[in-house]
């Protein structure tokens, strides 16, 4: 190793930033306050206090991030502490019947907490006049007003019927009673020898010769004459039954309102509003009008000769409320969280019923809120991907907030053809909605949905790192002893505490911030707490969070098992030893959802005089990613930019990922197919115990990648089974080393001299590292020096050039050849 190469190994101490526990301020997390307040979300947290303090229209809230850095639980704790702080509770909400129109329920607002008194003095004073009201009708005083009344229609009746009667007798006929059914009616028959006699019979009588033909017709017509005059008296008696009627109905309507006006003044007095009164003065006009359900009887029907009776509604329920919305326990805004975002649960619903004949009906009493209705005055979180997969959620949430407007109405297809339906009255809405999404869905509703700046005009973004300093990690370490608080764990001693620092730290892919994935960091958290209860510790030590961290990879790392497995046994093919021609060992990480590891991968090239350029072996065979491709492409751009400016690039190269059967993309393996590339061009073998990863631009300067501590560890885990030599290692781009955060065991073996990180900027710097040899710098005229790697590389593309150029000259000679030999046999033929 030359010394050139020694300078570019990673000193030790950038391979893990390390927090020092003795750093930390307290013994135990018990020595520490509990976190109050949100860390890690500056930017966030201002836009969702700015959205929740502006009371305009359209400024909802949209919270944007990652999952699992904590944006519901931090929203949660926002609303909670803005509620509190705010204080305002808003009004409870009611429907009532529309006696004019039943169809249009009436919607009534009260002060939080009227409302159920309001219904409770509703429900009192029908369950009061349901006592009184036959009470009134059963007094002595009522009785004897009533019974004047009848009197004085009976005595009309009776004169009628007197005067008729004497008339009747005058002219010879006589007034008789008949049965039918139930009813009794008079019915005028002539008198014959003193008795009276059917008009029927003493036609037969005239028939057989027993009463005179002449009388009988003079008979009839005076029957006639006296038929219609009683027809008469008759209508004349059901007018005055009906003007008694009326005049008893007007009594006991008066009776009524002048009781039920002295019990409805307390109500009326209570909640002075004018809406309020015009419902309760038309309870009263209607009940007025409806004595009959005081006194009602379960009606009957006859079946096959048995009474039976049928069920019969509620009469009184017309004149019941329905609290819609009770706020008489909250405290300040309502804050409501809706994990289950249907079309009824947000927005509520008018159920229905089956009467007996088999009808759907409804009423005012069947409306139900939704969330969004029981959030007015409020905020209303929930998550965007639930509820736009939802039918009609989308659609009806924008229609609202644009209107401030909630018209409930059941959004259900197996509804369409009921005969009978409800327009309640819209309800004003005033709810913040806080939609909780990721950046993708964010910018594609930005993009196709019109109404989204107007609606949603406040973005929150939730960051997933914070910086890593001396303040963030002590709230950090505040925020371990709110958990532990929380959920009675114990408390983590300063050791766990720095262990478990370091790890989101690792989380968070950058040595210089700290994750804010605290779901994912409070699972360690409870993890931790789980084995020192196992140990019967009180407290959690580093051991412990450590032994977390391990067995959380044990649990899924099955399929890392099962590679590592064939790696070892040869089954997937990599040289840990050796140099070897156009053959290099790139690095690739796989993930799996819930873990991400990385493991090397052999890639190789080959090359040949040709025009075909360089063939990526993945694409011709769709196995390519897009992102792959372009990396492929830009090796052409750098071979032509070194290599072709004094004569044409003729070369056909092919480059592969051997034993790959799945897809490939990404271009971190850009790097390592040039210097496959290289080695095979100069012949110069490739170290093949040190391992590659870096993408690459076309200038040849060596990019940062993601996932370098997992493929760094996946190349140290097969060198260790296979048995560490000192020699082996692995070469990143310089800028990921901020990014290091390598497992202990990685670093201790460094620190031992038994496995080597480098670090690179450019192509020449990594070609030289794994071949051994100088790359070569260019003189003025554009050449390498001799003996260097881009010397042999050039010298061979040239010497292709210029084989293809005399391959295709003699190919044009021998096909003149040819036409020559062909024309002179012809002409000697002739």
């Not at 707490?529 to 649990?555: F, L, M, S």
């Not at 690179?760 to 051994?772: A, H, Q, R």
Request: glycine letters at 8%; a neutral charge.
């Amino acid at each position: 190793m030359t010394k050139k190469n020694s300078d570019k190994k990673v000193p030790v101490e950038k391979l893990r930033w390390i927090l020092n526990p003795s750093e930390l301020p307290f013994k135990t997390t018990k020595d520490l306050n509990p976190l109050k307040e949100i860390i890690g979300q500056k930017r966030g947290v201002d836009a969702f206090k700015f959205g929740a303090g502006m009371n305009n229209p359209g400024y909802n809230i949209f919270v944007t991030g990652v999952a699992g850095s904590g944006r519901l639980s931090t929203v949660k704790k926002l609303l909670h502490e803005i509620s509190i702080k705010n204080g305002s509770v808003p009004d409870d909400l009611c429907y009532v019947n529309n006696f004019k129109d039943i169809e249009a329920p009436v919607l009534l607002r009260f002060k939080a907490g009227d409302g159920k008194r309001f219904k409770k003095a509703i429900s009192n004073l029908i369950e009061t006049l349901k006592k009184e009201a036959p009470l009134l009708f059963e007094s002595q005083d009522y009785i004897n007003r009533k019974k004047e009344i009848m009197e004085e229609y009976e005595n009309k009746g009776k004169t009628f019927f007197k005067e008729l009667d004497k008339k009747v007798r005058a002219e010879g006929f006589a007034l008789v009673d008949i049965q039918i059914g139930q009813i009794k009616r008079p019915e005028i028959m002539p008198l014959i020898d003193g008795n009276p006699v059917h008009m029927d019979q003493v036609e037969e009588m005239v028939e057989k010769g027993r009463f005179p033909k002449e009388e009988f017709v003079e008979l009839q017509k005076k029957h006639a004459a006296l038929r219609d005059e009683i027809n008469q008296i008759f209508l004349e008696i059901r007018d005055l039954q009906k003007e008694i009627q009326a005049k008893t109905d007007e009594m006991d309507r008066i009776l009524f309102i002048n009781m039920a006006t002295g019990l409805l003044e307390p109500i009326k007095s209570s909640y002075k509003n004018k809406k309020i009164e015009t419902y309760l003065n038309d309870i009263l006009e209607d009940m007025s009008t409806n004595l009959q359900i005081f006194m009602g009887q379960a009606q009957q029907t006859v079946l096959a000769g048995l009474p039976i009776a049928m069920p019969q509604t509620d009469p009184f329920q017309p004149y019941q409320v329905n609290l819609l919305v009770d706020n008489g326990d909250q405290k300040g805004p309502p804050v409501v969280i809706e994990s289950y975002p249907t079309y009824r649960n947000l927005f509520g619903s008018i159920e229905r019923v089956v009467d007996r004949n088999g009808i759907w009906k409804t009423d005012f009493s069947r409306i139900k809120a939704g969330s969004f209705i029981s959030a007015n005055g409020g905020y209303l979180v929930l998550n965007l991907l639930d509820a736009a997969m939802e039918p009609g959620v989308w659609p009806a949430l924008k229609r609202s907030l644009k209107t401030n407007k909630m018209e409930i109405q059941t959004y259900d297809p197996f509804y369409l053809f009921t005969t009978t339906g409800l327009k309640p009255e819209p309800i004003e809405m005033n709810a913040k909605v806080v939609i909780i999404s990721n950046n993708y869905l964010y910018y594609m509703l930005m993009a196709y949905d019109e109404d989204m700046p107007k609606i949603f005009k406040v973005r929150a973004d939730f960051d997933t790192y914070m910086n890593n300093d001396k303040e963030s990690v002590i709230k950090f370490s505040e925020f371990i002893k709110m958990k532990t608080d929380e959920e009675n764990l114990r408390p983590f001693d300063r050791t766990a505490a720095a262990l478990l620092v370091e790890q989101a730290v690792r989380m968070s892919g950058r040595q210089e911030k700290i994750s804010t994935g605290f779901p994912a960091i409070t699972d360690i958290i409870r993890e931790a707490n789980y084995w020192a209860g196992e140990e019967k510790k009180t407290t959690v030590t580093e051991k412990h969070v450590q032994k977390a961290i391990d067995t959380k990879i044990y649990r899924t790392n099955m399929i890392e098992e099962s590679l590592q497995e064939m790696i070892d046994r040869g089954t997937l093919m990599i040289d840990l030893e050796g140099e070897v021609v156009g053959q290099v060992n790139g690095l690739a990480v796989y993930s799996m959802g819930d873990l991400m590891f990385g493991k090397p991968s052999r890639i190789t090239a080959t090359t040949s005089m040709g025009r075909a350029g360089i063939i990526n072996i993945e694409r011709e065979a769709d196995m390519s990613g897009a992102t792959h491709n372009k990396g492929v492409l830009i090796l052409s751009g750098f071979l032509r930019k070194r290599y072709a400016q004094d004569k044409p690039m003729t070369i056909s190269a092919s480059i592969a990922f051997e034993q790959s059967y799945g897809g490939i993309d990404g271009d971190s393996a850009s790097s390592t197919e040039i210097y496959a590339i290289l080695s095979s061009l100069s012949g110069i073998p490739l170290k093949q115990y040190i391992a590659v990863t870096g993408s690459m631009n076309q200038k040849g300067e060596v990019q940062p990648i993601g996932g370098v501590n997992e493929k760094i560890e996946g190349f140290y885990d097969c060198c260790r089974k296979k048995g560490l030599t000192g020699k082996q290692g692995v070469m990143i781009p310089d800028a990921n080393i901020k990014d290091l955060m390598l497992r202990k065991d990685v670093v201790a073996s460094v620190k031992k001299g038994m496995f080597h990180i480098y670090s690179v900027k450019n192509i020449d710097e990594g070609i030289e590292i794994l071949t051994g040899e100088k790359a070569g710098e260019p003189g003025p005229d554009g050449s390498y020096p001799k003996g260097t790697l881009n010397f042999l590389v050039n010298e061979r593309l040239k010497a292709l050039a210029e084989g293809l150029s005399k391959f295709g000259k003699d190919s044009s000679k021998g096909i003149k050849r040819d036409k020559n030999r062909k024309k002179s046999g012809r002409k000697g033929g002739g």
